[in-house]
């Protein structure tokens, strides 16, 4: 079946642009999860969906970062007023339950300018 | 707090060698453990996983890891390398009490498989 599908794969934007980055989880999947993963770095977490609440969002790195799954599905992680450090791959994933893995979707690479 | 550490950020191992990836750990509580791979313009994708029972855990594509508690480690190793391991690992690390997926990943180790 179909995985975790991250749209844009790639976003190029300006410094002071805000970006919207878009992630559709596997159906059925009720947990979501957004990752950024720094160059050479690992994913670090930012922020965890359980149904359309946000269960953990400790991670998110500063109040320019949003993020919201109004219909438990879809999610959509805001970036507003970028700045050339969020330059970052983010990665979504989702799972079905606590016993299951996480799936991983290809990523959003970011390139602040 | 807990925290990954893996040895090398660039391992390079002969096709048909032995595939050694250094990861210990630090955690306050006992920890599940995963090891993923990352391929090229690919997401990343789960290798394997311990949580409790035997510490030899047995992954997808030849791999294996033993968690020893006694040293901290969770070492992935394969007994043969082939070309297609070529990727990007990573190993990670979550406390039981956040076992619905909020993992602490290290840096990463690249792997470099030469013929």
């Known amino acids: 079946g179909a995985g975790v599908s991250q749209t844009p794969s790639n976003k190029v934007t300006e410094k002071g642009k805000y970006v919207e980055l878009r992630c559709d989880p596997i159906?059925?999947?009720?947990?979501l999860y957004w990752y950024r993963q720094s160059l050479g770095q690992g994913p670090e977490f930012l922020i965890y969906?359980?149904?359309?609440?946000?269960?953990?969002d400790s991670g998110l790195p500063n109040d320019r970062f949003f993020a919201v799954r109004p219909e438990g599905s879809v999610s959509t992680l805001k970036i507003q007023r970028t700045e050339r450090g969020d330059s970052a791959v983010y990665l979504c994933?989702?799972?079905?339950?606590?016993?299951?893995?996480?799936?991983f979707g290809n990523g959003t690479r970011l390139t602040v300018t | 707090a807990q925290s990954v550490t893996q040895l090398g950020s660039h391992v390079s191992v002969s096709e048909g060698a032995l595939v050694l990836l250094r990861c210990n750990y630090s955690?306050?509580?006992?920890?599940?453990l995963f090891w993923y791979v990352q391929y090229p313009n690919q997401g990343l994708q789960l290798l394997l996983k311990y949580t409790t029972g035997a510490t030899l855990v047995k992954g997808i594509n030849g791999f294996e890891a033993e968690f020893k508690k006694s040293e901290t480690s969770f070492h992935l190793t394969k007994p043969s390398a082939h070309m297609s391991d070529a990727a990007e690992y990573f190993c990670?690390?979550?406390?039981?009490?956040?076992?619905?997926?909020?993992?602490?990943f290290g840096a990463g180790t690249q792997v470099v498989v030469t013929p």
């Open positions: 994933a989702s799972r079905q339950d606590s016993n299951s893995p996480l799936h």
């Open positions: 969906f359980q149904g359309t609440g946000a269960a953990d």
């Open positions: 990670a690390v979550s406390d039981l009490a956040d076992s619905w997926g909020k993992l602490q």
């Open positions: 955690s306050s509580v006992p920890p599940y």
């Open positions: 159906s059925g999947h009720t947990a």
